[in-house]
């Protein structure tokens, strides 16, 4: 691979493999996870073995977990607690060896599964008496969306005690890798032990997830399953340790091929904060910024960062880059400080670094918040690939309609160093500029495709400021210029051509 100038920008899609989805990121739930051969890819691709490639908005830490696995110095921040706990567990499970987990697992079901089972069918009084044993976590308010008020609302009572017979158990063994992989078990078991758990419909019980990770927020089913605790947390073990064997697996053909020298760091730090610390230090950087006010995802992780003890400052709540949420975060602030984080990822970049940003959203001024941003502070547009058709995309395509967007625009920048003053006083014909996209397309598109397309013109000609489409507008016009949306399989379609086949990753332009 080639660096610097040379360096020639990845320029086409790369599908989402989910086959391959390793089982490592499958061991702790989080949102909006990224593909994880497609961030390889992109890390492959702009960095080096030995550089340092960080993700600022890290989340589940699908890009410091990569950069590590692929040699580098992958480094991790997130605002919230969860995310880092979750990202650092995973890359921790290169520590210590299997026997020990095992073992670790086998003195737990020793200590536990018996008070488990009992808990199954006690009577009021053994439960009150097995109660007075544990320690409970703190009872505190909830964010204005639950449907209940307070934290412990959340578990039925056998849930609660279960959880807390289990964390004391994980507590009590010696401290150690085998422990940290336990909690990160346990935490998963957090997720399916308390009232928001879903079963999916027509699906084993156990099978579904937590209405915190459907619809973003505290819903409480309507008829809440008792999951029985040991084997469900048992499960959730065994992924942890199956993880583990794979992540050995991974180091250790490193190891025998080109040598072993993966490093990863973790911070919690605003995004703005880290700034100070890492300027002109990162080689590559791929993030994932929030998109709007999709998530809050401090509110939505008290249900673990409560019970594990780290509960987010006040601080930290009102630096937390989205818009509403119980703190009520504006968007303008949203948008300046989206443009600000944007700036402060290309200040951490090394000279001649890239950075790939993930974004989508409807909204036209987000998209101006991240490309003025990388500008202003000095970085050159590269790249914008839609990452659209996928299997991944069209699941999410199920939800809605034409106006669902889905998949994502990868914008990839260069650092040039020579900031730039953004000049907005361009116009853009938006039906002229459509129209002439459209012309080369063949028989079908995606939709985020061409909007996406649409949002680069309008900013090389200096006129995103003044690009205003709604989604409604964007599909009354493709209406008129003689596509129909297919309900079916989520593409665009001229209305003059018949389309039989099933398509996946066809429509090109
Ligand atoms: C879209 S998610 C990233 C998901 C991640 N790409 C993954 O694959 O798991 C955005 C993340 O930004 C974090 N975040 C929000 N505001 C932040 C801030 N001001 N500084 C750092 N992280 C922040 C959120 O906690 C969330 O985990």
Redesign the pocket.
């Known amino acids: 691979m080639t660096t610097g100038n040379a360096l020639r920008p990845i320029q086409e899609a790369i599908p989402a493999d989910r086959q391959g989805a390793k089982r490592h ?1 499958g061991v702790h739930p ?5 593909p ?1 051969n497609v ?1 390889r890819d992109y890390i492959t691709h702009y960095s080096k073995e030995g550089d340092r490639v960080l ?9 410091a977990i990569e950069a590590f696995l692929e040699n580098r110095t992958g480094i991790q ?4 607690p ?2 880092n706990f ?2 650092a567990g995973i890359a921790n499970l290169a520590q210590g060896n299997s026997t020990e987990y095992r073992g670790a697992l086998a003195e737990l079901e020793d200590r536990c599964a018996q008070t488990l089972r009992k808990i199954e069918s006690a009577s009021n009084e053994t439960l009150a008496a097995i109660e007075q044993q544990l320690t409970l976590p703190r009872n505190i308010s909830l964010p204005s969306s639950a449907d209940v008020d307070q934290y412990l609302d959340l578990f039925s009572r056998r849930q609660i005690l279960s959880l807390a017979v289990l964390k004391r158990g994980v507590d009590e063994l010696c401290a150690g890798p085998a422990r940290q992989a336990m909690l990160l078990a346990w935490s998963a078991t957090l997720t399916k032990l308390n009232k928001t758990f879903l079963s999916a419909e027509g699906r084993a019980e156990s099978r579904g997830g937590s209405s915190i990770f459907s619809i973003y927020r505290y819903k409480i089913a309507k008829h809440p399953i008792e999951l029985p605790a040991w084997s469900t947390f048992k499960e959730r073990a065994l992924n942890v340790i199956d993880a583990k064997a794979e992540i050995d697996k991974a180091i250790e053909l490193k190891r025998k091929t080109s040598g072993w020298r993966g490093l990863f760091e973790v911070y919690e ?6 700034d100070g610390e890492l300027e002109g230090k990162i080689d590559y950087i791929f ?5 709007g006010g999709h ?1 809050s ?2 509110d939505l ?1 008290i249900l673990w960062n409560n019970w594990l003890g780290q509960t987010p400052s006040i601080k ?1 709540r009102e ?4 818009v509403g949420g119980d703190l009520n975060h504006s968007e303008s602030l949203y948008m300046a ?1 989206l443009r600000d ?1 944007v700036a402060a990822c290309v200040r951490m970049l090394k000279r001649s670094g890239w950075l790939s940003v ?1 974004f989508q959203h409807w909204k036209i001024g987000y998209f101006e918040a991240i490309l003025t941003g990388a500008a202003e502070a000095g970085a050159e547009l590269k790249a914008a690939i839609s990452q659209v058709g996928d299997p991944i995309w069209s699941m999410h395509k199920k939800k809605g309609n034409q106006s669902v967007l889905a998949g994502e625009l990868i914008l990839t920048f260069h650092k040039t160093g020579k900031p730039r003053r953004v000049d907005s006083g361009g116009r853009l014909d938006v039906e002229t500029t459509v129209q002439r996209l459209l012309e080369s397309y063949s028989d079908v598109l995606y939709g985020e495709q061409l909007f996406n397309q649409l949002v680069v013109e309008a900013w090389n000609a200096s006129a995103i400021a003044s690009l205003d489409i709604s989604k409604d507008g964007f599909a009354r016009m493709l209406e008129q210029f003689g596509w129909r949306y297919d309900d079916e399989r989520h593409f665009w379609a001229r209305k003059s051509k018949r389309i039989d086949a099933p398509t996946l990753w066809s429509p090109r332009p």
Do not use: M, Q
């Not at 993700?55 to 890009?63: A, E, H, L, N, W």
């Not at 921040?77 to 919230?80: E, G, Q, R, W």
């Not at 630096?319 to 989205?322: A, G, M, V, W």
């Open positions: 990121y989080y949102f909006t996870r990224r994880f961030v993700d600022p908005f890290g989340g589940s830490g699908v890009t921040n997130d605002i919230n969860l995310a979750i990202a730090k605003d995004v703005d904060d880290l993030t994932d910024p929030p998109y998530i995802y401090l992780s930290s630096r937390e880059l989205i400080r984080s993930v």
